[in-house]
């Protein structure tokens, strides 16, 4: 069973990931024949953990927790869709905040024992699984932008997950800051 932390996206980002799935189908009819991720598989892992869920969680949860406590909720701008080796994946636009998140992240599952990460994450949400064939998808003229790109979501909380008949559970979750309100001049 795999074990990880993720951003589960909301209803709002889950339609707008569906969409994009059904345009990218419309510009490339090819890529009708990949293994598209179901809705309730589409989630951006932000720390796999590598030896899963550790004996004593307790330090997880609680690292966990006091990066939630002090990171504002993250707003993305997904902007574009890559093949890579053997997915498909949604890209959003760099951020520098997100990086802290991952980071943070890794940090905190090293403490708690498990390996660092082997490279640099890249934050993305993989949409669908290519063949793995070489050459079974050439010249899929993928768009640079399909609708409904780009579009805005906000990680407004991380989640531990876990693999699940059909997708994943979430049984703990954390929810990142509000951003301040701002003030009145007075």
């Known amino acids: 069973m795999s074990v990880f932390v993720a951003w589960m996206p909301d209803d709002d980002a889950l339609d707008a990931l569906t969409a994009l799935r059904a345009s990218v189908v419309d510009a490339a009819p090819e890529t009708a024949r990949l293994e598209w991720r179901r809705r309730r598989q589409l989630h951006m892992t932000l720390r796999y953990l590598y030896g899963g ?3 004593d969680p307790g330090p997880l949860y609680a690292g966990m927790a006091a990066i939630a406590a002090r990171t504002r909720r993250i707003d993305l701008v997904f902007d574009r869709v890559e093949a890579w080796s053997n997915v498909l994946v949604a890209c959003p636009a760099p951020h520098s905040r997100l990086d802290g998140l991952f980071a943070d992240a890794d940090a905190v599952a090293v403490a708690c024992g498990d390996r660092p990460e082997p490279k640099p994450p890249k934050p993305h949400v993989t949409l669908a699984y290519l063949p793995r064939a070489p050459g079974a998808l050439p010249g899929t003229g993928l768009p640079r932008a399909p609708s409904p790109l780009p579009f805005e979501t906000c990680v407004g909380r991380v989640a531990l997950a876990r693999t699940a008949p059909g997708g994943y559970e979430t049984p703990d979750w954390w929810p ?10 007075d």
Do not use: H, R, V
């Open 176 to 185: 990142l800051q509000d951003p301040p309100l701002p003030t009145s001049p």
């Open 53 to 55: 869920l550790p004996a």
